[in-house]
């Protein structure tokens, strides 16, 4: 409760320096939350400072917010837990400042990240995203020898860098096979920090309960529901120039009707009778994840999620046979391929350049 009434005083500060009298007496009608000091703490050196974020927003137009990703990559280099604990402290950010009070040493790590964003690459970035999935994941016994494991936080998720050649290969010899299917395959522009956001989803109608229709003709009624079935995937990358790495957060949910139960409701109709009405109880699974990776520019990042629900009907068997009959949930391995392809300039030089025709001398 200490910490609530700093933060208000701390606000107050922000705006103008001092806590008017007007407010702290207002404050003052919970006596336990409000000490008798207006002076934020420093127990352990904690500062002000403040950044000026315009280079990096005024450059961005696909975003109405794009100060939020300098927010969630505050809270991704330091930890969320950093802002929450002792010592005190907090940020704020807007599309021209982002105001921070904090140790030293957590100011130093909030302004390398400024720093990349503003003064780092100022163009779009390049990245192409492939994402498939195999029903059997024993891609991975020829696949391993070509891939080098980093390490990741989630169970069930494993992730490899490969070299850019074997990159195609192993996706090559992926697409050869009879259970592989591809979700997934786009070149993303994207403004260095910022997030994009896949989303394919299909609605699934069902009945979803019984109510009273208030009218006098039909006494009950069926009510309709939708789940919406599919997957979302959000990438957010933020390129290390000096480093030559690349940084990508990537969440994900799958959402998959597995089924829907029917039941049949006795409700009263007209007079003495009785009727039933159909309702559906809906089957779901789901998965989620959240992680992130770092990996060399010249180098192909590749994911397995493991083996996960797969929205829609039933992946054909390792054979490449599908199954019609099949009444049970669909599961298939889910392997995502993430190249980095350099800066939009760079990659419009190289178009022109593949495009010059040849002098003959």
């Known amino acids: 409760m200490k910490k609530v009434a700093i933060a208000l005083l701390a606000s107050g500060l922000l705006a103008g320096g001092v806590v008017e009298s007007q407010t702290a007496t207002e404050i003052q009608g919970n006596a336990a939350a409000v000490g008798d000091d207006q002076v934020l703490p420093r127990s352990q050196g904690q500062v002000f400072r403040r950044y000026d974020l315009r280079p990096y927003t005024a450059r961005i137009d696909s975003s109405l917010t794009p100060q939020q990703a300098v927010i969630d990559w505050i809270l991704r280099e330091t930890g969320t837990a950093t802002w929450f604990n002792e010592p005190l402290g ?33 163009e779009e970035v390049v990245i192409d995203v492939r994402l498939a999935r195999i029903t059997s994941p024993s891609w991975r016994v020829r696949a ?15 992730a490899w860098v490969v070299s850019r050649e074997n ?42 309960t019984v109510r009273n229709s208030g009218r006098s003709d039909v006494r009950y009624e069926s009510v309709a529901g939708e789940i919406q079935e599919g997957h979302q995937l959000e990438l957010s990358c933020l390129v290390r120039d000096k480093q030559k790495t690349l940084d990508l957060f990537m969440k994900c949910r799958l959402d998959q009707v597995e089924r829907f139960f029917p039941l049949a ?21 789901g998965w989620q994840c959240q992680e992130r990776f770092r990996w060399p520019q010249d180098q192909v990042l590749v ?56 002098v003959r001398r």
Do not use: C, W
């Open 265 to 285: 409701i006795t409700v009263p109709s007209g007079g003495n009778q009785q009727s039933r009405l159909q309702v559906q109880v809906p089957q779901v699974s």
């Open 144 to 158: 391993q020898p070509m891939m080098r494991p980093i390490s990741v936080a989630q169970p069930g998720v494993e």
């Open 303 to 358: 994911v397995s999620f493991g083996v996960v629900p797969v929205p829609g009907p039933a992946p054909p068997t390792s054979l490449g046979i599908p199954n019609p009959f099949s009444t049970r949930p669909g599961r298939a391995d889910a392997v995502m391929f993430v190249e980095y392809k350099g800066l939009v300039g760079d990659r419009l030089l190289e178009e022109r350049t593949a495009r010059l025709p040849s």
């Open 167 to 208: 990159a195609t290969v192993l996706y090559n010899t992926l697409a050869r096979r009879a259970d592989f299917r591809e979700s997934i395959s786009r070149s993303l522009t994207l403004e260095n920090g910022q997030a994009h956001t896949f989303v394919q989803r299909t609605p699934r109608r069902y009945l979803r």
């Open 90 to 122: 907090f940020f704020n950010a807007n599309r021209e400042t982002l105001t921070v009070y904090h140790t030293p040493a957590v100011q130093r790590v909030v302004s390398e990240l400024v720093d990349r964003l503003v003064h780092g690459v100022a």
